[in-house]
């Protein structure tokens, strides 16, 4: 099966607050058809970032050629979560992520208490024919009891409410192999993230270890201490074996 390949607004969203429209038009004559958008506050704004009613959106998207195809919200609450719905079925968008959540290290009960929240959500979504979805970092490789917290919220979450989004460079970086966690993960896996790790990098691809402490309590601020901005780069120029990957999300039977 191909694989259709898109863009997260969030690699864009500098030039996209100076200039929506130029943006956008520039993601469509890049030869780009899929977006993923980005909205940090949705308190603010229940939709995608972009300041705009539900159906403007979509007409502005829709001229472009571009369509949305998910979107990842901040802060996500079982309480609040209507709104957001509301705005995502006008746009026609099928399914919102969690983009980041961090947990209290070897802290089991905290862990379980996200998926119970995730559970929560996923089942607002089903109910609005939206499907929800986790977007992983590193972090949730740390262990808790000699097992990764993925893995615990992967087995105390629902398969028919909470998806996955898996964001192989950050499987990567904790030093998994992210073949192993697609194939693991496949019949829940619906997106994929990619970035790749430049040969020069000024820290090791592996963080856990020698930059951070795999029993450290990590948080945003300790997260965005840890890894430096240089070890990013372009697909395919970098070790990660994107070919492989691509490959293998091939074989998915959801992607």
Not at 57 to 82: N, R, Y
Not at 86 to 110: K, S, V
């Amino acid at each position: 099966m191909a694989v259709k390949v898109g863009v997260q607004l969030y690699s864009v969203r500098k030039a996209l607050a100076k200039d929506l429209y130029g943006t956008l038009q520039r993601v469509a004559e890049s030869g780009y058809r899929y977006v993923e958008a980005a909205n940090p506050n949705p308190r603010e704004d229940p939709g995608i970032g972009f300041g705009l009613p539900a159906l403007e959106a979509k007409k502005l998207l829709g001229d472009l050629g571009l369509k949305v195809i998910g979107s990842h919200i901040g802060g996500l609450q079982p309480d609040t979560i209507e709104p957001v719905l509301d705005y995502h079925a006008e746009l026609g968008n099928p399914q919102i992520g969690c983009p980041i959540e961090f947990f209290p290290a070897g802290d089991l009960d905290a862990v379980l208490r996200h998926c119970e929240r995730f559970n929560a959500i996923g089942e607002k979504c089903r109910a609005r024919g939206i499907r929800f979805y986790y977007h992983n970092h590193f972090n949730e490789f740390q262990k808790i009891n000699g097992r990764y917290v993925f893995d615990i919220l992967m087995e105390n979450t629902d398969p028919d409410l909470v998806f996955v989004e898996l964001d192989t460079y950050w499987v990567a970086r904790a030093g998994v192999d992210p073949l192993e966690v697609m194939r693991k993960y496949q019949d829940r896996l619906i997106l994929l993230h990619q970035k790749d790790f430049p040969a020069d990098a000024p820290q090791p691809l592996v963080l856990f270890g020698e930059v951070v402490d795999p029993e450290a309590n990590l948080d945003g601020k300790t997260f965005g201490a840890a890894v430096d901005p240089r070890s990013f780069t372009e697909i395919g120029t970098g070790i990660l074996p994107i070919q492989n990957i691509i490959d293998e999300a091939a074989l998915m039977p959801h992607l």
